[in-house]
């Protein structure tokens, strides 16, 4: 099946710094990439989506310069967390979905717990 | 704006029991429904997605039914198993292409006692 990768898988940083978070589709091409967020015992919400080599698309309320996106490629997108303070402290989820017609299913990564302290 | 609730929010049963969990859905004009399993700390497998046009997808003890006029969908889980314990998602998809963003409930946490 779809692979995700996600890296790092877990990350402790100091508040002000900057931390970047890479999400790869490993067996296939990944036209549409899509970044969540999700706080202890809720669910994912949606910070954007992004299209290859396109501005991502942000959701209502999230800071697109604190957030920064990257999709550099078919395989490849970045979450950059810009001057990270606690409340960025978090479990960061990208998906990817395949540019195929008919292949609808979203793939997710593990995962990227992020510490600010 | 499409809002998903999944009921109930937390499920404790023995080993060996059938069992539902319900989601439900505010916009019923979805282009499909996905089911997700999520293990603590981990991110989502995806056990069953629906196309709109459909009334059911089945995998294993697995069976994923979707009402959508009524802006509903269960996963009924034949025989608990103990490795069933954890959290399960349910996500509706307003459209195709890019469009076509996830919108998830809050999920129920499932545990199987063995």
């Known amino acids: 099946g779809a692979v995700v990768s996600q890296h790092p898988s877990r990350v402790i940083c100091k508040s002000g710094t900057s931390v970047k978070i890479e999400c790869r589709s490993l067996?296939?091409?990944?036209?549409?990439m899509f970044w969540y967020r999700q706080f202890p015992k809720q669910s994912l919400m949606l910070m954007a989506t992004?299209?290859?080599?396109?501005?991502?698309?942000?959701e209502q309320g999230v800071e697109k310069d604190k957030f920064l996106i990257n999709h550099a490629s078919l395989t490849l997108s970045t979450l950059t967390v810009t001057s990270a303070h606690p409340e960025d402290s978090s479990f960061y989820i990208c998906?990817?979905?395949?540019?195929?017609?008919?292949?609808?299913?979203?793939?997710f990564g593990p995962g990227t717990r992020l510490l600010v302290l | 704006k499409q809002e998903v609730t999944q009921i109930p929010a937390a499920l404790s049963v023995p080993e060996g029991e059938n069992l539902v969990l319900n989601c439900s859905f505010t916009?019923?004009?979805?282009?499909?429904l996905q089911w997700f399993r999520q293990d603590p700390g981990k991110g989502l497998t995806s056990l069953l997605l629906?196309?709109?046009?459909?009334r059911e997808q089945t995998s294993g003890r697995l069976n994923a039914s979707l009402d959508k006029s009524s802006g509903r969908s269960t996963l009924y889980i034949a025989a608990s198993q103990p490795g069933d314990s954890a959290t399960y998602l349910c996500?509706?998809?307003?459209?195709?292409?890019?469009?076509?963003?996830?919108?998830f409930g809050q999920g129920t946490t499932l545990q199987v006692k063995p």
């Open positions: 998906s990817a979905r395949p540019g195929r017609r008919g292949q609808e299913t979203q793939y």
């Open positions: 067996d296939f091409q990944a036209t549409t």
């Open positions: 992004s299209n290859e080599g396109s501005k991502a698309t942000y």
């Open positions: 916009d019923s004009a979805i282009y499909n």
């Open positions: 629906i196309q709109s046009s459909q």
């Open positions: 996500a509706v998809r307003r459209g195709s292409g890019n469009t076509g963003k996830l919108i």
